[in-house]
């Protein structure tokens, strides 16, 4: 049971990074257009910069659930590495659980934000395009959630990690046991 949480929280996280991955080559495509519009044919656009800034923010929050399960988020492992397993468990416990009530407040903020937006029709003012910016805004809450859910699929794993409990990892297709927990 708790393995094919594990294993669906997983591939959704797995599936969203997937896709938003691909957010980078229309970056990529948006900046060399603008620059071959403007230096080629001297005719610039007037919202690749704009697009660009848009689509950037859209890949660095989206990815957020895929980079933690991939446990590729920055941490300082300098102190951690020196705890024993047990407590290794705990501090992830602790983290994981302080990380999720901070992401529910933010949840919480990010909603309002995006209704505001939304109620306002918001629209950019940084240039003449003037783009609706409540679309790109409803993406924040969107990501928060997803982070959230793959929060709570790390604290999962913490909690049966410090109670070594053993269970099937999806990420390694193993069983886990008491000292092996990620």
């Known amino acids: 049971m708790i393995e094919k949480y594990l294993q ?15 957010l980078a080559i ?15 044919f001297n005719s610039p ?5 704009e ?7 859209a890949f660095a929050i989206l990815s957020g659930s895929y ?13 951690y590495l020196l705890f024993p397993s047990k407590l290794q468990r705990l501090c992830d416990v602790l983290v994981y659980t302080i990380g999720i009530f901070v992401l529910v407040i933010f949840l919480v903020q ?7 937006s939304w109620m306002l029709k918001e629209v950019s003012a940084r240039s003449i395009w003037q783009p609706p910016l409540y679309y790109i805004k409803s993406i924040i809450p969107i990501a928060v959630i997803l982070l959230i859910l793959q929060s709570f699929a790390e604290l999962v794993r913490a909690v049966l990690g410090f ?9 390694h297709s193993e069983a886990i046991s008491e000292d092996e927990h990620v």
Request: charged letters at 15%; proline letters at 1%; a neutral charge.
């Open 163 to 171: 109670l070594n409990v053993s269970y099937v990892d999806p990420r």
């Open 45 to 49: 656009t007037i919202w690749s910069h």
């Open 110 to 116: 990010a909603i309002e934000f995006a209704q505001k």
């Open 67 to 79: 980079t933690l399960k991939h446990l590729g988020h920055v941490r300082s492992d300098v102190i």
């Open 8 to 22: 669906i929280q997983d591939g959704i996280s797995e599936f969203i990074g997937r896709i938003i991955a691909w």
């Open 51 to 57: 697009l660009s800034s848009m689509i950037f923010g």
């Open 26 to 40: 229309v970056l990529i495509l948006t900046l060399v257009y603008e620059v071959v519009s403007r230096y080629f």
